[in-house]
């Protein structure tokens, strides 16, 4: 057990089309996290709106996606608090202490929060509906034959209502990352979590998976992605938060960092990679 001690989007016609959200509102307070000597964040304070799509960039190293996964505990912080809709997904608050849950209880908690991970992560021996159909089964939402009906709504969602009986080794890499975002939507998460969802495709694959990032976000889910798409995050985000040494630097609308960035770090950054 451990504890820590409490501390007009750019493209505005692609925006407009987007639905409201009510839920999924992160607050990132203060969050500090170091590896021994490294410190990877550094009192990093962030608020994300419900619906809201955030796109982190900046140089390999800098902290994105360690703040991602700090979101969803799979990352403990030092300092610091990170909530959903006002709840902590790893911690119970006792006076000014949070104590870190029982592993049952994070696993249910953090059921709010899905999370896409570059490499896929599907289970080799299942078919693709499987894959989708064994999460809400194992956390005693739906029944089998309810969480099917489910898995074949997904898999149409993402275009893959053919593939629901392929194995992952019969589908390419754009198909399986489909997979695993269906996979993410079956247990209805506030807040929706890429880790660089492009970065082990085949240039042709890409623009597969973020089509569908696109439908996430006209439909109000609140995403929050680690991208080296800049012309992406340029389109799809809210906003672009931009870290370097475990620190934000420079946060605003794709039109503000992209096109007008204030400080000396990002501009560089960004002249390697526009």
């Known amino acids: 057990m451990t504890s820590t001690t409490l501390t007009p989007s750019f493209d505005e016609q692609y925006v407009a089309t987007r639905k409201v959200a009510t839920v999924g509102r992160v607050e990132i307070s203060d969050v500090t996290k170091s590896y021994g000597a490294n410190t990877v964040l550094r009192d990093v304070s962030l608020t994300i709106e419900p619906g809201q799509v955030v796109a982190l960039i900046g140089p390999s190293g800098s902290g994105k996606s360690t703040l991602l996964r700090a979101i969803n505990h799979l990352e403990t912080v030092d300092r610091g608090s990170i909530t959903v809709d006002g709840r902590y997904i790893g911690y119970e608050r006792k006076g000014d202490t949070l104590h870190e849950l029982r592993e049952a209880e994070i696993l249910r908690r953090r059921t709010q929060v899905g999370l896409v991970f570059q490499n896929f992560n599907l289970f080799p021996h299942l078919t693709a509906i499987e894959n989708i159909i064994e999460a809400p089964v194992a956390h005693k939402r739906l029944t089998r034959d309810d969480a099917r009906a489910l898995a074949e709504g997904l898999l149409a969602r993402v275009g893959l209502a ?10 390419s890499g754009g198909q399986q990352q489909r997979v695993a975002i269906a996979r993410a939507l079956a247990l209805s ?16 694959l890409v623009g597969e998976v973020l089509d569908v990032i696109r439908g996430l976000a006209r439909d109000g889910t609140t995403l929050v992605i680690v991208t080296h798409e800049i012309g992406f995050a340029r389109e799809v985000a ?28 990002t501009r560089d950054f960004l002249a390697k990679v526009l």
């Open 162 to 171: 053919d593939k629901a009986d392929h194995y992952p080794r019969q589908l």
């Open 189 to 204: 998460p506030k807040v929706l979590l890429f880790d660089e969802p492009t970065s082990a495709l085949d240039p042709e």
């Open 238 to 265: 809210d906003r672009i938060v931009f870290l370097d040494h475990g620190e934000i630097v420079e946060q605003g609308t794709p039109g503000q960092v992209l096109r007008n960035a204030r400080h000396r770090r």
